[in-house]
């Protein structure tokens, strides 16, 4: 038997920190079957796997494939078919079961049939159904309320017994009793997390208002308002009247797209009463290989032609990363009479760290209680900042056993019922704790001490032409110092200019969200100036490792600077920053002019004070909330940016009067199914007598990591204006080339193609000004590169061959270069 390595299984064990979602089993039916023609083995389709006695069940899939799993406790399941004789199945309640049924044809002798050519009924009904969607679909509904409950479970699958014999898991050996076997994958799999969720949920749709009121929350092992916060419904809903279904950042085709007949088959295969209404059963599959598509079918009612059921699973062959499959099911129900809303929803992803190894179930069961269309709202009730509210009640993780028995729509299974338990075990052996702050190290960068965390690990180490080896210790406190302030700070030598380098700064929340924030900041330490934001810093070993060239321009800066951070709104904020920064001369960056003599004098170096407005502007844009920092989950609307920066003369030593106004709007879209488009605008103008440290230095690129953001083959240095204009374009193609080439199909590799243009200008020449250094000029005439890429290259990597098409003939630079990037995308 093959051994695995230390590393996988301690792997293995973080997944006991992750979750997401719900609805696990144990006296619970799991079964997993295959029907078969009993004379030809071959697969049937469509037939119907029903539990005997109620209209509970599925059908087979194009291989005649099922699964089926209920809280019932079912002695038998039923096969019908059309033209072949009904089997009773017994199987064993409460129990994980894989069976194979063989239906035996009938013998029976029909009269001449003339078959004539016409439409197949089941394209009729979709057209039906596609020129009712305005009216069938719940989103049309002016404003609507809601109770929901959601259960949300992540699983470890692909759990073997050799694992149980690893030495790491001499500690945790009781994990083992609780591992189950999955109905949809046939995977071994141990429930690690389940969270419980029960809200009130609030819409409007003009203007467009969102609000959750979170009343009881429930987690296994953690008592946290941000986990009780992304278990809500903000961050989980899709909607299958919509042409494009959003899976992991994917757009799958729906369905019932309008375009739907050009990407599936539709088959007839069913029609019956539900719940009193007369409705026909849809089956679909792809009709293509690797396009987004899914397999699956939907009951709709025969004359709303509004969905009453679908079932819809991941196509095998789909060019998405991590997700080895994906099921969602929903029901709906007829409220007031008048439109089928929502009432249960069960989705299942199953993550693949690795293509053979273990990885992770994702479950969620929602359920929709006490719906209330068109409700009268006060106008107060929604926020007027936030475009989407989430309000968890003081008391929502206070309920007891007895009182969330009351509290679900369905009751837990035991062994449900039994995580709870087994985290709470798992969180009192020591190596478990080792274990979460190695992962928190890892992913934040900082190792974790009680009220300090010291890091980030990728500083402490780098080198450069002008320190030489540089070591540096940085540290900032943690949340359980506190999670309104925070202090950090950092010190640093560098070997060959035998400096001691330094900087301190505090944070403090007035507000969480929206954002209401004070900071601090001082330093005296080197910088690249003319990089992006997106940049690897100077100081980050890998800068040092991936340097193109050798970097000798950085600059000594003395710098600090305050600033006030308001949110208004979500998606609305202004930021006002006040800083002097004395940038000192170097060798290889000297600051010299020429006199009226015709003198040339050094200077040793130069001062700005500075007073800087931000408004930024990012509608519907949601975050994931840390204490300090949050994560941006984008928006699909442009994000714009507003900068106005005065420099201030004669205070604090500042010598330069000048004034600087830039706009930029960013906006990445997808173009659905060619993939998705990003632009980013950049204008700039700055009035005033700035020297070039302090006009528009443009940013450039020396390491081989490729910058989203900057002009790959640009140098430090190579470019300066007064007054500029950019734009980057940049199309990520999803494989829509590549996955219809046979050879390549099976790698899932994907296209990327990008162009970027800067335009710019220095109006005028201040008389007396700091004279350029070496190589620095002004543009006249665009600076242009473009770009074509592969990622998706082993899930992680990016790369990027770049092609310079003017200033070609400059000294010192590359017309092609060849740049990579880690990325990780489903």
């Known amino acids: ?114 078959v004539t050519p016409g439409e197949n009924p089941a394209h009729r009904i979709l057209r039906k159904i596609i020129d009712n969607k305005k009216q069938n679909d719940p989103a049309r509904i002016g404003s609507y309320q809601y109770e929901i409950y959601n259960k949300m479970e992540l699983d470890i699958n692909n759990l073997t017994e050799e694992y149980k014999n690893q030495r790491v898991f001499r500690q945790f050996q009781f994990i083992f009793d609780y591992i189950d076997t999955s ?44 986990v009780s916060e992304f278990t809500g419904q903000m961050y989980l809903d899709f909607n299958i009247y919509d042409n494009f279904v959003p899976i992991m950042g994917l757009e799958m085709v729906s369905p019932i797209a309008n375009f739907g007949l050009i990407y599936y088959k539709y088959y007839l295969i069913d029609s019956a009463f539900r719940d009193n209404h007369w409705c026909y059963q849809i089956s679909f599959r792809p009709k293509r290989k690797m396009e987004p598509t899914f397999n699956g079918y939907f009951w709709v009612q025969d004359t709303t032609f509004a969905i009453q059921n679908y079932k819809i699973r991941l196509a095998d062959d789909v060019n998405i990363n991590f997700v080895d499959d994906f099921v969602a099911e929903q029901t709906y129900t007829l409220v007031e009479d008048s439109v089928w809303f929502p009432m249960k929803q069960e989705l299942f992803i199953d993550f693949a760290v690795t293509n053979k190894d273990y990885g992770f179930f994702g479950r969620k069961t929602t359920s929709f209680q006490n719906i209330k269309l068109y409700p009268r709202l006060n106008e107060k009730f929604f926020s007027k900042q936030l475009a989407e509210e989430t309000i968890i009640k003081e008391n929502a993780l206070d309920y007891n056993i007895e009182q969330w028995q009351k509290l679900r729509p369905e009751e837990l299974s035991q062994r449900e019922q039994d995580i709870y338990q087994m985290v709470d075990s798992i969180k009192e052996v020591p190596l478990f704790n080792s274990i979460i702050d190695v992962i928190n190290t890892v992913i934040t960068g ?68 929206p954002r209401r924030r004070v900071g601090l900041q001082y330093k005296l330490d080197y910088e690249q100036l003319g990089v992006t934001e997106n940049a690897f810093l100077s100081d980050n070993f890998l800068a040092s490792i991936f340097s193109r060239e050798i970097n000798d321009k950085l600059t000594e800066v003395n710098d600090i600077s305050t600033y006030y ?119 700039g103008k700055i009035f005033g007598s700035a020297p070039y440290p302090f006009l528009q230095l443009h940013e450039g ?126």
């Open 1 to 114: 038997m093959k051994k695995r390595s230390a590393y996988q299984s301690i792997l293995l064990i973080v997944g006991l920190t992750f979750g997401l979602q719900a609805m696990l089993n144990a006296q619970v039916t799991r079964i997993r079957g295959k029907v078969l023609d009993q004379q030809t083995s071959e697969p049937l389709p469509f037939v119907n796997i029903s539990i005997e006695g109620t209209t509970l069940g599925t059908i087979t899939d194009f291989n005649g494939d099922f699964f089926l799993e209920t809280r019932l406790q079912p002695n038998s399941i039923v096969a019908s078919y059309i033209g072949y004789h009904m089997q009773r199945i017994p199987v064993t309640p409460g129990t994980f079961q894989e069976i194979e049924i063989r239906l035996e044809a009938e013998n029976i002798e029909l009269d001449e049939i003339v």
């Open 183 to 226: 109905a949809i994958t046939g995977k071994t799999f141990l429930p690690v997390f389940i969270v419980e969720t029960l809200s009130d949920y609030y819409y409007q749709k003009d203007p467009p208002k969102k609000k959750e009121v979170i009343k009881a929350n429930n987690i296994s092992g953690i008592d946290s308002d941000k």
């Open 446 to 513: 900082y190792w974790v001490k009680g009220p300090i965390e010291i890091g980030p690990y990728y500083t402490l180490y780098s080198f450069n032409p002008i320190e030489g080896q540089r070591f540096k210790f940085g540290f900032r406190t943690s949340n359980s110092f506190s999670t309104k302030v925070m202090y950090n700070g950092h010190l640093a030598y560098g070997t060959r200019d035998n400096k001691l380098k330094y900087g301190a700064g505090v944070l403090y929340d007035f507000n969480k969200n």
């Open 565 to 683: 951070e308001h949110e208004w709104f979500q998606g609305f904020s202004n930021t006002i920053t006040l800083r002097n920064k004395r940038i000192f001369s170097s060798v290889n960056v000297p600051f010299m002019h020429v006199n009226e003599l015709n003198d040339t004098l050094s200077f040793n170096s130069l001062v700005t004070s500075e007073i800087k407005l931000n408004a930024r502007l990012a509608f519907n844009e949601k975050f994931v909330y840390g204490e300090f920092e949050r994560m941006s989950l984008g928006t699909r609307y442009p994000i714009l940016n507003l900068n106005f920066t005065a420099g201030v003369q004669g205070i604090f030593e500042s010598d330069y009067e000048y004034y600087k106004l830039n706009f930029s709007i960013e906006h990445k879209f997808p173009i659905s199914p060619f993939g998705d488009f990003k632009y980013v605008i950049d204008a």
């Open 701 to 826: 690129n020396q390491t081989y990591a490729y910058d989203d953001y900057a002009f790959n083959l640009m140098n430090y240095y190579e470019f300066v204006s007064n007054q500029y204009l950019s734009l980057m374009l940049e199309h990520h193609f999803n494989g829509f080339f590549l996955n219809r080439v046979p050879l390549f199909r099976r790698l899932k590799l994907r296209e990327v193609t990008g162009l970027k243009i800067l335009g710019g200008d220095l109006s005028e020449r201040i008389p007396g000004s700091i004279m350029f250094p070496e190589n620095l000029d002004v543009l006249s005439k665009p600076y242009m590169e473009a770009s074509a890429g592969i990622e998706n290259l082993f899930k992680f990597i990016r790369i990027d061959a770049v092609w310079r098409l003017t200033y070609k003939d400059k000294t010192d630079i590359k017309n092609f270069g060849i740049f990579g990037k880690l990325q990780i995308m489903f």
